[in-house]
């Protein structure tokens, strides 16, 4: 069975940090790109980042370029989200997915974790 778990989310005041991390299983890592995505009440869906496993290439979106880190521990299928210097437009649930590449329709996706950030 595919999952994918994240976890890592919370409550942290304009200016901190949180780590998500995406646990995938029951498929092969290596040969997926994992994105992270969220969405915030009343607004669509936005990519927030991606890598592909295979070569660890990274992509941000503009509103998190500088703050945001991904990364990748293929031996342990899992898959980071570093958060710094977060601020209270970052609210909102993050979900993890794994596709093919990055921005090719997604496959698998995770259930969500709320990140809310207080000003």
């Keep these: 069975e595919v999952q994918l778990v994240e976890s890592g989310g919370g409550l942290v005041q304009a200016g901190g940090s949180l780590r998500l991390s995406c646990a995938a299983s029951g498929f092969t890592f290596d040969d997926y790109a994992i994105g992270w ?9 936005e990519g927030v980042s991606c890598i592909t496993s295979s070569d660890g290439r990274t992509y941000y979106a503009d509103s998190v370029k500088g703050r945001f880190t991904i990364s990748s521990d293929n031996a342990k299928n899992t898959m980071l989200l570093q958060m710094n210097s977060l601020k209270p437009e970052d609210t909102a649930v993050y979900y993890c997915a794994a596709g093919l590449g990055c921005g090719v329709a997604y496959n698998y996706w995770g259930q969500g974790t709320q990140v809310t950030v207080s000003s």
């Design 37 to 45: 995505f969220r969405q915030a009440p009343g607004k669509e869906r």
